[in-house]
């Protein structure tokens, strides 16, 4: 079975989150879809938020002309040998970033494809479900204001989430999600690397007292693991950081710093589902928690539920708390509770009215 054409399929989506108006109001998507000699397509996705353009053209210009003619891959070590030479080929480009994107798009669409060539769903072929719905946990936006984050906690909390996560950097707006989330239920934040290392630092130190599940992404760079490490250990709380990490190499760097409790793959970002499976394997050697990165409503959020359910089983979905005009999957992003999906490779296939709708 060989691949016959690889395409992106750009989306964008509005959405309201009851925020300010300032902020960003739509769903950017790069879809990418993939077509085989047999007759069956797979549906992948490459992160595509603020820089859809350019995921779209590395997906056509740079994944396209390679992968086309190659075997679409059945197995698992045939799908990572095909990720492994795209990327000796489009090294020179760079190693992570846009290309990782792109290249994460193709390998969830090959898996899709791997499922649905053997009549299975995707958590079969990563070693079986060991749970038929996954809990998530209400990933809030930036409010900025503690009024508008209490409404909106405790809405989420009525709603059945058994957990929250901000996204604010000013201590006010923090302690207002503190109070209003009781301290028996878990609360995140996440400040996507807000400070240098020493403003990181005295950042814990501040936050020490809401008893967070995890601090996320304090320092910045990402990269920056001795800072991560400080941080953690100055507020006397666990570290989480992956999202901004492409390919297992990164996350052994993180591993071996000893800078992280929560490593938090995204499977449209670090390589797809072949990298993702590696990262996990790796945590388990270094003794770190999988909290896998997923406010997403494309087909990798369908690809994260299927690993959760089949590699992470303890782990949340990070359910990006807003309300989109459109749905790929109408009736799957609607309750705190996810079902993992049965049909076979990710389980569903993009809508196609919704598709036609807001292609871009």
């Given amino acids: 079975m060989r691949i016959t054409k690889v395409e992106a399929v750009p989306l964008v989506i509005p959405y309201s989150f009851g925020g300010p108006a300032h902020h960003i109001r739509q769903l950017d998507f790069c879809l990418v879809r993939v077509e085989t000699d047999a007759g069956l397509v797979g549906w992948g996705d490459a992160f595509a938020y603020n820089c859809r353009s350019a995921v779209d053209a590395a997906v056509n210009d740079m994944i396209a002309p390679l992968a086309v003619g190659c075997d679409a891959g059945q197995s698992a070590s045939e799908i990572a040998a095909l990720g492994l030479m795209m ?63 209490a409404k909106y906690c405790e809405r989420a909390l009525g709603e059945g989430y058994a957990a929250i996560k901000l996204h604010e950097v000013a201590g006010a707006a923090v302690a207002a999600g503190r109070r209003a989330v009781p301290e028996t239920l878990p609360l995140m934040l996440d400040v996507n690397c807000e400070w240098e290392p020493d403003a990181a630092v005295e950042a814990a130190k501040r936050f020490r007292p809401h008893r967070l599940l995890w601090l996320e992404e304090p320092a910045s760079p990402p990269e920056d693991f001795e800072a991560l490490r400080a941080a953690g250990e100055a507020g006397g709380m666990p570290i989480a950081v992956g999202e ?30 072949t990298e993702f499976l590696k990262v996990v394997k790796l945590a388990e050697k270094y003794r770190v928690r999988i909290a896998p990165h997923s406010p997403y409503f494309g087909p990798g959020a369908l690809a994260t539920l299927h690993l959760l359910a089949a590699q992470v089983p303890e782990g949340r979905f990070e359910h990006f708390y807003l309300w989109a005009e459109a749905t790929l999957y109408p009736g799957l992003f609607e309750k705190a509770q996810m079902a993992v ?20």
Avoid at 126 to 143: D, E, F
Avoid at 341 to 360: K, Q
């Fill in 341 to 360: 999906p049965t049909g076979p490779g990710i389980g569903m296939d993009p809508d196609p009215e919704v598709l036609r709708r807001y292609r871009v």
């Fill in 244 to 273: 901004n990490l492409c390919f297992e190499s990164q996350f052994q760097a993180l591993f071996d710093a000893g800078a992280v409790s929560y490593a938090q793959p995204s499977v449209i970002k670090l390589g797809g589902i």
């Fill in 87 to 149: 990327q000796k080929r489009l090294h020179i480009f760079g190693r992570f970033g846009i290309q990782a994107y792109a290249l994460s798009g193709l390998d969830i669409a090959l898996w899709d494809i791997a499922g649905k060539a053997a009549g299975v769903p995707l958590h079969r072929l990563l070693g079986g479900a060991k749970r038929q719905s996954i809990p998530c946990y209400a990933s809030l936006l930036r409010y900025g204001e503690p009024a508008l984050i």
